[in-house]
């Protein structure tokens, strides 16, 4: 009996020490307007090697094009909290990333999440999850969404994609217990029919129906110099100072949690799938206590206060990015910069507002409107969109869920799909929109 029992223990030992710390960090986005999103994953990025995580088992997706974009006044550089009168600090010094430009897009995503090499061999740096039934799991997403989808550059991913391949990690054992951090608008509803029984706890900015908000937009400002655009988001810029001022190591999920929620103002944070376990330290997931580590020996952490920003709708901030740019440069190309995104906007505004009247749908079942169900109509509609008319914009993907109303009401997939081709598309063209 002894025996059996050294055999058990010793087993357990090694399952423990052989345990590993995975990550996958996605910035969707693209354009310096978008700026924070890359930065928000460089700075967890940051918190995650800081707190002991080997930085061979985190994989980084982004497309890059901030650092160096024409408009960055510090070439090369990402920063996620102001400095009006420091050098502040600089999360993109030492942010590896695995798949860059034209590979950021949602099924490398998918297989990444899947550790499938062969479909990612000459890729990027071809990193996937190799993580197994004793391993941690944290996923960090940040972009635009909308009802039933997050963003990439050129493409989306639906809640009824995404799903499954969590479902496929819960069954071929890719890790013991999984965090996924959202931060997108209505990033809610890509976690309804997240089940609750397969050891997986998800975070959302913002509830089904709502916007998620950008941070830190008019106090941009590192070393005197104005950024010009938004740092961070509101969610993403709770949690990631929560866990550069507290100590992760005793933190629990569930405290973060709860300061996260009460200090977004703008959006409703909350929390999805299996909360049974969010006792545990926040440091299980973001860290690694296992390994050396170079972390602060502080042993008191000062009382956390919430960071004090501008915030802006994550559907405005390139409006918001175009008037201050114009406002500081004054020239004609940035005039015209400005008056292309209001017509845009006002095109995207009848567009939809043309699909709503058509398919007879009131304001209140779209606002009501918190799952996408007919998913097969609801992305064919989107294609076409993005097909025949033109590429839905940051601002346009706020009223997806009019399509998804009416793909709801509507199952027959072809039915929405050739209303908007014959009826809508082009409408009308920006030249005849008067601002």
């Not at 009168?85 to 990333?97: F, H, R």
């Not at 496929?168 to 013991?176: E, I, L, P, R, S």
């Amino acid at each position: 009996m002894n025996k059996v029992l050294l055999v058990v223990c010793v087993a357990a030992i090694v399952a423990i020490g052989s345990a590993e710390h995975w990550a996958v960090l996605v910035a969707g986005s693209d354009g310096f307007w978008n700026y924070r999103h890359q930065a928000d994953i460089c700075h967890a990025y940051q918190i995650l090697v800081k707190n002991g995580f080997k930085p061979e088992n985190i994989i980084t997706f982004a497309k890059d094009d901030v650092p160096n974009d024409p408009s960055n006044p510090y070439k090369g550089t990402l920063f996620n909290k102001p400095d009006p009168k420091g050098k502040g600090w600089n999360v993109n010094d030492g942010c590896n990333k695995d798949y860059t430009g034209k590979n950021v897009k949602p099924s490398y995503f998918l297989n990444v999440l899947k550790g499938d090499e062969k479909a990612m061999k000459n890729i990027g740096t071809g990193k996937v999850l190799k993580s197994g039934p004793e391993d941690q799991v944290f996923i960090y997403f940040s972009d635009h969404g909308a009802p039933g989808l997050i963003a990439f550059p050129d493409e989306y991913l639906y809640a009824n994609q995404l799903l499954p391949v969590l479902n496929y990690m819960n069954q071929n054992n890719m890790y013991k217990k999984l965090v996924f951090y959202l931060e997108a608008c209505e990033s809610g509803s890509m976690f309804v029919q997240l089940p609750t029984n397969i050891n997986i706890y998800a975070v959302s900015a913002a509830n089904p129906t709502e916007s998620s908000w950008a941070f830190y937009c008019d106090d941009d400002i590192i070393n005197g110099k104005t950024i010009g655009s938004c740092l961070g988001d509101e969610f993403s810029i709770q949690w990631l100072e929560d866990s550069d001022n507290q100590d992760i190591f005793k933190e629990t999920l569930d405290t973060q949690f709860q300061h996260v929620r009460n200090w977004t103002l703008q959006s409703h944070v909350m929390q999805w799938g299996d909360t049974t376990w969010t006792n545990e330290v926040v440091g299980n997931y973001q860290g690694n206590s296992d390994i050396n580590m170079t972390r602060s020996l502080r042993t008191s952490y000062p009382k956390r206060e919430r960071p004090q920003g501008k915030a802006v709708d994550s559907r405005d901030v390139k409006l918001h990015y175009l008037m201050k740019r114009h406002m500081r440069l004054n020239t004609l190309e940035t005039e015209v910069e400005l008056r292309d995104e209001l017509k845009e906007r006002q095109y995207f505004t009848n567009l939809f507002n043309s699909i709503k009247s058509q398919f007879s749908l009131s304001q209140e079942e779209v606002d009501a409107l918190e799952e996408v169900v007919n998913y097969a109509c609801y992305e064919r509609a989107i294609n076409s969109i993005n097909r025949n008319c033109r590429k839905i914009s940051d601002y346009g993907l706020k009223y997806l869920r009019i399509v998804a109303a009416a793909c709801n009401k509507y199952d027959t997939e072809d039915h929405v799909e050739n209303y908007i081709v014959n009826q809508f598309c082009p409408v009308p063209e920006l030249s005849l929109i008067h601002i």
